[in-house]
Structures are given as structure tokens and as C-alpha cells.
């Protein structure tokens, strides 16, 4: 694919100033979707659980905030009417520059988000404080005349998104900071709830209701498997987006080709200060960025390097040894994004949002599972009147 850019910044070094980044990422063969029973599983809970729910937390990661836009939350919040609102996680390792775009796109899509660092007291507090908000305004709505102070199940959350995005750890941050609302007389501490780690795929059924503030009868959520889109809905540069994301299995994609990828994408962003201590001078070459790491590392493998390479940008690691070892220029670096449509000058995110959300809605895991008994009871359940 032939791409333009919104803009490439070169270093005032003279060197630099003839290096001309790759316009065009070669046609690799690799897989394009991670797609497992489990997910599928989850997809029909999700679907069960839909009734009772009052409000869907799709999470995202914000280095790659078009590649983790999971279709089937918008599939699910639109044909079955519930309330979305979009979380965006690892904001301590996303370029602000992203700001800009995602106020722009969610204004055209009418969607509301905000973006935390899931593991912070902070994040958890800010997102804890517009559920309260969201639950009141719901309240407001459906009960104007202000008869009751909550509903008789209180407020039901669905926390769902791509897998590693953060889900688990924000469902953990989030009983930590409602837990001054809840009645823990014999004084014990609260205990993680959910199971949480750096691979894809760590939380494999969907979870029991879990209580997370004891405000107005309560808020509650499930924490769910992360979900993955169908070869259909994918193409081969969301693939390797996810990959350094670490949102799909990182055996999926050759680790060279992930590294060769990364390359190409700092160099369309003008990042060259996170590798040049490594080559010298900008490259459009991985061979010459990994025989560079190579040396300076101690290592002889290829594929090591480039294991080594990624999954420092994966867990954030770079972004400190990256500008330490960098140049002076490099101290106001900024992190860099995993994916090419936010630095494409034409790209139009509505229009290929609903493009893809009409590719997705022919697929048979989609249609609608019976629920069983104590669903359908409890579905009814949490109504007012
Ligand atoms: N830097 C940073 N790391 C985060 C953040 N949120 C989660 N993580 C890390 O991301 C990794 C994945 O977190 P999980 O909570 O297990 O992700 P998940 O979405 O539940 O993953 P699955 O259950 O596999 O779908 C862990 O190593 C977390 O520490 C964040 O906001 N910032
Ligand atoms: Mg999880």
C-alpha cells in the first residue's frame, strides 16, 4: 500500500537530512486473526449478560486506538441499545499527539471516552467518578421522579475489549479504589480479583459479578476474556499493530517482521532518536537496527534481538532506556504509535468504522443466543417499574 503521511520531522543533524523513510511495508505472509473457542464462549455471554446491563466499558489500548477498536462492542451497543463508553489504557506510554485525533473521531462517531493509566489510583479514581455520573444520569432518566435511590440490582458493567488491553487490571484497580465503600468491618484488606499478566489470553471465562462500590445499591461489573475479530474483519498491518501491542499471542507474527514493522512506523513518525544509538543514522534497514542491537546487547540471534527489541516497546521499557541512551534532542521525545491510519493524511475513521461493522455483521457467531432461565429472570430484575 502506497501511504501519505501527515508529516515526517528530521533532526537538524545534516546527516539525517537526506534519509527518506519507507513509503510502502512489503506484503509479508502472515496470519490475520487469533480468533479461539473461548472467545466465542465470551461473545455469547456477553450477549446473555446484555439484558441486565446498564452500561458496556469497552477498553482500548492507545497506542494503536484504531487496530484495538474491537467491531463486536459496536455491533453489540448498537442492536441491542446499551450505553458505551470507551476507555483508552496505557496513556503513561501514548503520544499525546493521539489527543487531538480521538476528540475529532469520537465528536464524528457521538461517543464518549476517556483515557487513564489502568493501573494508577488516579485512573481508577477518575473513571470511578463518571460511572457514578453515568449511573445518576441514568437514574435521572428512567426515574425523574426521583422514587428510589438506585436500582434493585444496582448499576451493571461489562469491562470487555481486545485481549491484554488492560481489562483485569482496571477491574483490579477499581475494587482497590471503591473499597472505602465497602463494609470490610473485620478489617481485612481487598484481595485481587481478577487474574492479570502480560500475554494475551490470561483471563479465560467470563467472571462472576464483581462488586466495586457500594454507591446507590451498588456498581458492579464483569471482567471478561479479551476478544479478537475474525479473519474477516482484519487485515495483515492490524495484525502486526496488535502484535506490538502484545494483543495477540506473540508467536503468531514472525518477530523480524514485527521489528521490521515497529522501524517503519517510527520512521514515518520521525522517531529515529529510539533506535539511532543502535545504527548511527537513520535506516530504513532492520538487518543493520538488529546487528546494531546486537552488538551492543551481547546477543547473536536475529530473532532474539528482535524478541527483545519489541517486547521492550510492548511493556513501555524503551521509552526510558530509549531516551536515556538517545540524544540530547531525544529528552523531548514523545512515545510513538503502533499503527499507520493516525499518521495517514486522508484517513476517515467513521467511514471505515462503518464499513467494517457491515463486514462483521453477516457472521453467524453474531446471531443472537437463547438465554437460559435465570437469565431471563434476572434480565427483568433490575427494572424500576
Ligand atoms: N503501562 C501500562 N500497563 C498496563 C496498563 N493497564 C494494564 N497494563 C499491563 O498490561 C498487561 C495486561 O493486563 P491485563 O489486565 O491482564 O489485560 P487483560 O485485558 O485482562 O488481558 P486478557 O485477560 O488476556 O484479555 C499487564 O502486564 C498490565 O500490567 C496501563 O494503563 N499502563
Ligand atoms: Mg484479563
Redesign the pocket.
Known amino acids: 500500500m502506497n501511504v501519505s503521511v501527515k508529516c515526517v520531522k528530521y533532526s537538524g543533524r545534516r546527516l539525517q537530512s537526506t534519509f527518506v523513510p519507507r513509503m510502502v511495508f512489503p506484503d509479508f505472509n502472515i496470519p490475520t486473526s487469533d480468533f479461539k473457542g473461548h472467545q466465542k464462549k465470551a461473545i455469547q455471554r456477553a450477549q446473555n449478560l446484555l439484558p441486565q446491563l446498564n452500561l458496556l466499558v469497552e477498553?482500548r489500548d492507545s497506542r494503536a486506538p484504531i487496530a484495538t477498536r474491537n467491531l463486536i462492542f459496536d455491533y453489540l451497543s448498537l442492536e441491542k441499545k446499551v450505553d458505551r463508553l470507551v476507555v483508552y489504557?496505557?496513556?503513561?506510554?501514548c503520544d499525546p499527539a493521539i489527543i487531538a485525533s480521538l476528540n475529532k473521531w469520537h465528536k464524528e462517531m457521538d461517543e464518549q471516552y476517556i483515557m487513564?493509566?489502568?493501573?494508577s489510583k488516579k485512573?481508577a479514581k477518575d473513571l470511578l467518578h463518571i460511572l457514578k455520573w453515568k449511573y445518576d444520569k441514568f437514574l435521572q432518566k428512567n426515574d425523574p421522579g426521583k422514587k428510589t435511590v438506585g436500582l434493585p440490582l444496582g448499576y451493571r458493567m461489562l469491562i470487555g475489549?481486545m485481549?491484554?488491553?488492560?481489562?483485569?487490571?482496571?477491574v483490579n484497580s477499581l475494587r482497590f479504589t471503591g473499597y472505602a465503600g465497602l463494609d470490610h468491618s473485620d478489617g481485612s484488606k481487598p484481595k485481587k480479583v481478577?487474574k492479570?499478566?502480560?500475554?494475551?489470553?490470561?483471563?479465560r471465562n467470563t467472571s462472576e459479578c464483581i462488586r466495586i462500590s457500594d454507591y446507590k445499591g451498588g456498581l458492579f461489573l464483569y471482567d471478561t476474556?479479551?476478544i479478537s475479530l475474525p479473519a474477516k474483519a482484519m487485515s495483515k498491518q492490524r495484525m502486526l499493530s496488535l502484535s506490538l501491542c502484545g494483543c495477540v499471542k506473540n508467536n503468531l507474527v514472525d518477530p523480524v517482521i514485527q521489528a521490521d514493522f515497529l522501524l517503519y512506523l517510527l520512521n514515518l513518525q520521525g522517531k529515529y532518536q529510539f533506535y539511532t544509538h543502535y545504527t548511527t543514522t537513520p535506516t530504513n534497514n532492520i538487518d543493520i537496527l538488529l546487528s546494531g542491537l546486537k552488538k551492543q546487547v551481547g546477543m547473536t540471534n536475529e530473532n532474539a534481538a528482535a524478541i527483545y527489541w519489541t517486547d521492550s516497546w510492548r511493556q513501555?521499557r524503551v521509552l526510558k532506556s530509549g531516551l536515556r541512551s538517545g540524544s540530547k534532542k531525544s529528552s523531548k521525545a514523545t512515545p510513538a504509535l503502533f499503527e499507520l491510519e493516525p499518521i495517514l493524511e486522508n484517513f476517515q475513521y467513521k467511514k471505515t468504522m462503518q464499513e467494517e461493522l457491515e463486514i462483521l455483521k453477516g457472521w453467524d457467531v453474531l446471531s443472537q443466543p437463547l438465554l437460559n432461565k435465570r437469565e431471563k429472570h434476572l434480565s427483568k430484575a433490575n427494572t424500576l417499574f
Open positions: 477498553l489504557t496505557k496513556t503513561d506510554q487513564i493509566d489502568g493501573r485512573g475489549g485481549p491484554n488491553v488492560g481489562k483485569s487490571t482496571l481478577a492479570t499478566g502480560d500475554q494475551a489470553g490470561v483471563t476474556p479479551g513501555g
